[in-house]
């Protein structure tokens, strides 16, 4: 299924609408250089997800091309029950790449930007610098595509020493299947900032085959506080490749907080390098899996300086036909002695049609350092249900009580109301 | 419109895992009445409680179980629950993420019935009242079901949930096991404020001493699967004095767990 375009046509067809769009020269050039790779770049290869198999070619060179006409739902019908209809803070909804709504962008205050990518980059030409310096595009064939082609995603930058404590909520939806989506993230926290992002995507559920590539790059500075928030709910035939890296500096908290709830084709990475002594990086991911859901998903910890520590959890529940695969890998380099890695897998089957795996990979290169896992995969617990059933309530509450007890010591880490409220009340209408 | 339920047992054979524990229990509860079951260890009176509420490990291969008439057996275990049995569980399990009280307004609304919901604030008047009763502290309501409880703290919440739930039948599997003197007078107290015509109970013990606090009407003694005994309380006393040998001889039994059993 995965043949893929050729490349000289690919390239042109870009080329010609990259130009259109006034971007900087060195833009242009990066993705030119970056198109030049992806047809010998090898497709990404995951154990336990064959990506392969799915439609790599559902996608479009710029967003008004090849989309099949028509859904039966707006965004608004689809992003409604993800919105705080009362929250505070910075709100912008993108419909199809498009600002559709947009809140508390005029009430930000000074030096803090939040504005889409392409924009940021033709104010700021030097931005193009920082593009995939954190998540270089060589990596696989659809992040070369991916830095050829993106079009879509946020730039916030937090100067040093501003706290901004509301969170900053970006939603995705696209309503019209076909034309791919490429959305690049990128976040600046200056020294000693503080501040949340929260990202959701959102898809139709009855959409075609799309392919989304996204990525998101973080820049840490020393001391800086940063939560992002990662909802995702992505349709059946959606096929979502993801990476999220931070850079994390001398003694700078990173945390990465995930809710995958949709029954689409998800593959995604996220984590941190932790490249200042005394840095920190959390990931704490809650996986529910519906229909056919394929939910693939990385914590990533690279421990590059000394006394450096990270800790992820996952609590992952498969129904239906859900496939779940969470690896945890833990990288200790040589030279961060001191450093501490923690990590903590759950994973429960709630059907007989249903799949987990965890794998938990632990890779140290330095002796002084502390690391440790604990991993399971298992059905849910039969005492509990009928101790719970044995009260008179029934078979599916009770199961909805035991998944809530299970997703609890998660769910309650997450660090900020407003991404828990979202996060429960989706799962909430998910489950069966 | 006082009704007095009963509960009938007749021939209940049961196993696990394909071995048959239960080997034809015959019982008859009624409102009013106290029952007692002692007996040796694994000799199935858990395996009957369990029975008895339908937990899915234990497949029932013979017998009838009725309450008030309906087959207990056809129903589901919140069917059962709902149909006015109740079971104290001998090691309640601990489930994380729901909240004592929540738990109990959920399944006292479930017993109720859809329409029937009893109102949230006099739900908790009625259940702190309850835990004042009990000497359980109000902040027991708070937090998670049975998690971190002590051994003790489990079984005086499961006498809460029981008199909150007003079943017409309950089960209570060595409620006494892990409580302390002051305690057992506590739960055995509670247990006995319930004590009335449309209320039938079933007490599973090893030990005589509950019996003092809570009279029974009649005892019975479980061996090799089977109640192989039964009397009134006097029968409870010469077991705590004399232990199980001398009825073992009356009866020719040597090993008295199911395992021996024929
Ligand atoms: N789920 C189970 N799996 C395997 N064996 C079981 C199971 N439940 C009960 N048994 C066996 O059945 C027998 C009776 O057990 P049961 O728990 O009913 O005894 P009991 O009379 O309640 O004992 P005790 O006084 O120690 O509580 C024992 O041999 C026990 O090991
Ligand atoms: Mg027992």
Known sequence: MSEVMAVSALAAEADAVFRARHEPESMVALRSRALARYEELPVP????SDISRRNLTAFATHSDERASAGTTQDWQTIAGPYLDENGAGVLLVFADGKLVSER?????PDGIVVEALLDAVGKRSALVEKLHTVVPFDEDKLLALHAGLWRDGVYVSIPRGVTFETPIQIVHVVTRGGAGSFIHNLYEAGEGSSATILETYLAAPDLADHLHVGVTEAFIG????????VVSDLPRRMTSVVVRRALVGRDAAMDWIVGEVGDGYTVSEIGSRLVGQGSTSTCHAVVLGSGRAHADLTARMVHEAKFSESDTTARGVMQGHAFGVYRGITHILKGASGSNGQQAEKLLMMSPESR??????????????????AASVGQINEEQLFYLMSRGISEAAAKKMVVWGFLDPVLAQLPVDSVRGAVERVLERKMK | MSMIPELKISG??????????????????????????????????STLASSLMGHPKYDVTAGQVTLNGEDVLAMGVDERARAG?????????????????????MAKNARLGEGNE?????????????????????????????????????KRNE??????????????????????????????????TLRKPEFGLLIITHYQRLLQYIDPDYVHVMMQGKIVRSGGRELAEKLEQNGYDWLKDELGIVDETVEAGV
Do not use: W
Not at chain 2, 86 to 104: C, D, I, K, R, T
Not at chain 2, 134 to 144: A, C, K, N, V
């Open chain 1, 222 to 229: 020393q001391g800086a506080r940063i939560k992002v928030g």
């Open chain 2, 118 to 154: 009893v109102p949230v604030l006099k739900f908790h008047r009625e259940l702190l009242q309850k835990m004042k009763a009990l000497s359980i502290d109000p902040t027991f309501g708070e937090r998670y079901l049975n998690e971190g409880f002590s051994g003790g703290e489990k």
């Open chain 2, 12 to 45: 209940l054979r049961a196993s696990v895992e394909g071995k048959e524990i239960l080997k034809g229990v015959d019982l008859t509860v009624r409102g009013g009445e106290v029952h007692a079951i002692m007996g040796p260890n694994g000799t199935g009176k």
């Open chain 1, 45 to 48: 290869q995951y154990e336990k």
């Open chain 1, 104 to 108: 508390g962008i005029g009430a930000l």
């Open chain 1, 356 to 373: 987990a795996d965890a794998i938990p990979m632990l890779l140290i290169d330095e002796n002084d350092v502390k690391c440790g896992h």
């Open chain 2, 159 to 192: 006498i809460l949930q029981m008199t909150m739930l007003e079943p017409s039948i309950a089960i209570l599997d060595e409620i006494d096991s892990g409580l302390d003197i002051d305690a057992l007078r506590i739960v055995a107290e509670g247990v006995n």
């Open chain 2, 85 to 105: 049995l109740f079971l104290a569980m001998q090691y309640p399990s601990e489930v994380s993420g729901v909240s004592n009280a929540n738990f109990m307004r």
